[in-house]
């Protein structure tokens, strides 16, 4: 394997001049009146730059990928570069045959599981009948620490898996860029049985604050790609993505959102669902707290190990389920079903909603009041969903019937909120 660090710098300099003019009086000159102007008002300062969080949201994800000019510029053999979409495919099916060394399953790991949103463009490769992953996309994580974690796992399957076993022999040449200003990269191409006429397929990773951008093609035989060139590129355009995001919020700072808090005593139709919980019951409480806060309310445990507990209103007219991680903390809680097979019996007029969006509306009422989500499908499970996502790492998740795939006007059948910063990252070992 042959690794290759570089990296590229650029300098802005300025230049200010001053100049001034005074006028003498005559000795015989009668003194001055008094000037009854006031004094010039003292200059706005500038706001002090943004120093918070990386953390790209909704379609500032579009600013981290590449122009089509770029993606052409390093795959001279792709047409018909898409422009950024709002829609994630997901296959999600698991299984397959076992790694050696393990940590070279992360280069065939879905990379976009457990991310809160994505933008993504495409393009086609001639020849290309079998391989349909040419893309990038760039995917919202949890914090700036789930990406630091993915990443470190990517480049140790870059310093790891010169060749590794997956089913036969494989090959991973990789080249990684020195980390620049907080973004770390690294391209190369795979070769699966190189032996054989195995397929090969080249990918290229950034990671910067809480986003990583993922580049996969199909490598066409007479114009293989220039593994360097795509590190720099991938990180020069996620450092001009952050300069973007650091200028945008040092204009305009985030603020926290005020999120309405519930009585629990008022009907739970009243209650909004919003990054922070749902009514009164707030994310990040235990199960004790919900208990405590809703002491009428039917509990109903886990049907298995970690599964979630439920808990249903006194007039049996509303219900949501509440799950915890392991250390007590619940991090997720939904009202309604996930997918057609549940049967959660919610009806939105007595159910708690999120702004304007209720159970039984189309997903367009949670796009009118969310716009800025992505558009999720599940191959493997057929689950369709529209996710929005935060800074802070708060998701909130609209499930859709299936029957009416990505339209506008499938039915929204269950809403999560959830606090995804507690979740602990994906990983191949």
Known sequence: MRVLNQGRGRVVLGVVGVGALLAGLTACAPSPEPSSSS??????????PYSGPVAFVGDELSWLLPSADDITALIP???????????????????GPEFAPAICGVLFMEQSLDSLGARTSSWSMPSDTEYSFNSIIAMQFADEAHVAARMDQIERA???????????????????????????????????????EGWRVFHGFAAVGNTLVHLRTSLPD????????????????????????????????????????GDASTPWA???????????????????????TLPDAAVTPPAYDGGPWVFASP?????????????GSVAEITVGAVSDEEDSGADGATSPHALDARIGDPVSSAVAAFPTGTRVHVVSSG???????????????????????????????????????????????
């Open 77 to 95: 053999s792709a047409s018909e570069v898409s422009t950024p979409s709002d829609a994630l495919e997901q296959t999600s099916d698991g299984g």
């Open 383 to 429: 689950q369709w969903a529209y996710f929005v996502a935060d800074r802070e790492g708060r998701l909130l998740i609209f499930h859709t019937t299936r029957e009416d795939t990505d339209s506008t006007e499938a039915r929204i059948i269950g809403i999560t909120t959830a606090d995804t910063t507690l979740r602990r990252d994906l990983t191949v070992e």
């Open 315 to 327: 007039d049996g007219a509303s219900s949501f389920s509440a799950t915890a991680v392991d250390s």
């Open 270 to 292: 009243e209650w909004s669902i919003t990054g922070q919980g749902v009514g009164p019951i707030r994310l990040g409480e235990t199960y004790d707290d919900i208990v405590a």
């Open 39 to 48: 004094s010039p008002a003292p200059e706005a300062s500038a706001p002090e």
């Open 222 to 261: 007479a114009a293989p790609i220039d593994a360097a060139a795509a590190a720099e590129l991938l990180q020069a355009t996620a450092i001009d993505a952050k300069s973007d995001l650091i200028e945008s919020l040092t204009e305009t700072p985030p603020t926290g959102a005020t999120e309405p808090v």
């Open 158 to 196: 870059a310093a790891e898996c010169g060749e590794f076993d997956y089913d036969g022999l494989n090959t991973f040449e990789a080249i990684v860029a020195d980390e620049q200003d907080g973004v770390r990269a690294l391209a190369g191409t795979m070769n699966a049985d190189p032996a054989s």
